[in-house]
């Protein structure tokens, strides 16, 4: 069975702040790990995933994730924050089947 | 490339009402298919999933069902709804067998119970 845990369900940053998105996962065998972006009244648009290869995922909109085995981590970072970025993130994760378990998603808000 | 299409976009319906949403999926074969549900500032519930026609797999009972009479063709029914049934409605696919496929998902449709 497998488990995700998204720390802070909101979370507010500076425009050109650092962003973190924090999200821990538990799974019985070797995880796939995703980070999604929904804007409102949107469905979900895959910002990245790990599939075991690359520990660093870069993905879309300069968003990139390291997937931390030890820590049972995956945590969304970008290094400068614009106002676009406001939306809600979902981290999902995999086993072996289709079907993903999301967390409970962290609103993203960027000040200017 | 693939493409996934949900009508309604928006839908208000008295309760007591029928409720038919419909989702496609063009460009693959075989896809699994999956409704979730998204309540108000809250995360996303599966409803039901669906490997092939016919083969229908229910997460929650509730009262909604789900068929799958083509292949790239998932729809979402009551015969009567209720005001707990108001929520955004999603439908993703992705590719069957392993676990490193993601879903890719509708735009949703946006379901408002009177």
């Known amino acids: 069975a497998q488990s995700v845990t998204q720390l802070g369900s909101h979370v507010s940053v500076s425009e050109g702040a650092l962003v973190l998105l924090r999200c821990n996962y538990s799974?019985?065998?070797?995880?796939?790990l995703f980070w999604y972006v929904q804007y409102p009244n949107q469905g979900l648009q895959l910002l990245l995933k790990?599939?075991?290869?690359?520990?660093l995922v870069k993905g879309i909109n300069g968003f990139e994730a390291e997937f931390k085995k030890s820590e049972t981590s995956f945590h969304l970072t970008k290094p400068s924050a614009h106002m676009s970025d406001a939306a809600e993130y979902f981290c999902?994760?995999?086993?072996?089947?289709?079907?993903?378990?999301f967390g409970e998603g962290t609103q993203l808000t960027v000040n200017p | 490339s693939q493409t996934i299409h949900q009508w309604p976009a928006t839908l208000v319906q008295p309760v007591g009402s029928p409720l038919s949403l419909e989702c496609t999926v063009e460009?693959?074969?075989?896809?699994?298919l999956y409704w979730y549900r998204q309540a108000a500032g809250r995360g996303l519930q599966l409803l039901f999933y669906?490997?092939?026609?016919?083969?229908i797999s229910s997460e929650v009972p509730q009262n909604l069902s789900a068929s799958r009479p083509q292949d790239r063709q998932f729809i979402l029914s009551s015969k009567k709804l209720l005001l707990s049934d108001s929520g955004f409605y999603l439908c993703?696919?992705?590719?069957?067998?392993?676990?490193?496929?993601?879903?890719?998902f509708g735009d949703g449709t946006r379901l408002s119970i009177l």
């Open positions: 993703a696919w992705n590719k069957g067998g392993i676990g490193n496929q993601p879903q890719h």
């Open positions: 669906s490997v092939g026609i016919g083969q």
């Open positions: 460009g693959t074969s075989n896809p699994n």
């Open positions: 790990y599939t075991s290869a690359a520990t």
């Open positions: 999902a994760v995999s086993g072996s089947g289709s079907r993903l378990t």
């Open positions: 799974s019985s065998v070797p995880p796939y």
